[in-house]
């Protein structure tokens, strides 16, 4: 296979065409029309696999039948068919990552109909992206204890790709931020990255020592633990659990003070934005 046929195969592949089927379409595009006994022998598959093979092309408009006088042929059809085919999965394609979140909701609708309470356990840098994940689950807001930046483990790409999902569902985080944070910021490595609908306020460790990250949202409480090498986290799904922690972490913020960013908020640029902390010794 040349370069050209390969390129042409990948292609009608990620369209959905199966590597029997775009070696059809291209043996035809090469050779021009074809009888079912000439394309066997072109492509060295097997006369009834043709049939079948080609009745399925035909119907989804990749090839096109053509009679002459006792024989028949089978010719690709043109690029604008194939635009129109690529047409269509580009529109399913939207529909559903447009309606992900619906779907989501209703298996989680289900899941939890079956067994209320649940716990899972994540491991290494893919686990707590996963975790991450899932809380843009939330029907709402993020309730967020923050020990340390994300990015620290995650790294930039995926938080950025995180952040900008965040901002588009609409999501309010209200993030408790702590000494340990704060020392965080002041690494070389450090860059800040803020999001729309990040609401943040400081406490000192005497008030509460944050240890680890976690957040609250629905019913779900998840737990985020990077430190010595060792990187975990927990999900734990219980209604009763995570309002508890949702009373605990309303006392916390009551007592926390608001930060206070000095400018607009830009999570891409060239310069990285500062945070105010309001009475941060």
């Known amino acids: 296979m040349n370069n050209l046929d390969e390129y042409l ?14 070696l059809l379409f291209t043996t035809l595009i090469k050779k021009g029309p074809l009888t079912i006994l000439q394309l066997s022998r072109g492509t060295a598959i097997e006369r009834t696999k043709i049939y079948n093979l080609a009745e399925k092309l035909i119907k989804d408009g990749l090839l096109e039948e053509k009679l002459d006088y006792k ?5 690709a059809c043109d ?25 989501m909701s209703k298996i989680n609708l289900l899941s939890n109909s079956v067994s209320p309470t649940g716990v899972k356990f994540y491991r290494g840098v893919d686990g ?18 923050s020990y340390r930046q994300f990015i620290e483990v995650v790294g930039f790409k995926f938080f950025d790709s995180w952040a900008a999902e965040f901002e588009r569902r609409h999501l309010i985080n209200k993030e408790i931020r702590s000494d340990e944070f704060l020392k965080s910021e002041e690494l070389p490595t450090s860059e800040y990255r803020p999001f729309v ?5 400081y406490l000192p460790n005497k008030v509460l020592n ?8 629905n019913d779900t409480v998840a737990l985020y633990n990077w430190n010595k090498g060792e990187i975990f986290g927990v999900e734990i799904v219980n209604k009763q659990f995570a309002e508890l922690q949702r009373q605990v972490f309303q006392n916390y913020w009551n007592l926390a003070k608001p930060i206070q960013r000095q400018h607009a908020l830009k999570r891409v640029g060239t310069s990285s934005p500062q945070l105010c ?3 941060v010794p």
């Open 9 to 22: 195969s990948s292609y009608l592949t990620l369209i959905g065409f199966s590597s029997e089927e775009t």
């Open 277 to 279: 902390y309001n009475n």
């Open 79 to 103: 690029t604008s068919r194939i635009e129109l085919i690529l047409k269509d999965k580009i529109d399913s394609l939207n529909y559903i990552n447009t309606n992900f979140s619906n779907f």
């Open 128 to 145: 707590i992206r996963q975790q991450l994940w899932n809380a843009l689950s939330a029907k709402k807001e993020l309730l967020s204890f």
């Open 71 to 75: 024989r028949r042929y089978i010719k």
């Open 197 to 201: 609908g990040d609401i943040l306020r």
């Open 210 to 217: 944050i240890q680890l990250a976690m957040d609250i949202y």
